[in-house]
């Protein structure tokens, strides 16, 4: 995956998050089901970040950044842990 795709994936989650949020308003899913979505969002974004991330440094350090992978959930959403 490229940056743009990266990126691309990143305004999709968000656009999910907000569209989440008008449905519960609506009524349309409970507070636990738009959570639990929202939970899941959150760590597929923050893979992304990360391979952005990585990607972005490598290219920096004279790297080829399609040597970057993406990492499991729990490895980046454990990172302040």
Known sequence: ???KQILSHIDEY???EAK???KLQRGELSQGEEQQRLR????????C???L??????????QNPDDA???PGAAV???LQ
């Open 1 to 3: 995956m490229d940056d």
């Open 14 to 16: 968000v656009a999910e």
């Open 20 to 22: 989440l949020r008008e």
């Open 40 to 47: 899941a969002l959150e760590v597929e974004l923050d893979q």
């Open 49 to 51: 970040w990360d391979l």
């Open 53 to 62: 991330r990585q990607r972005r440094a490598r290219r920096d350090a004279g």
């Open 69 to 71: 992978t993406a990492r």
């Open 77 to 79: 959403e454990g990172y």
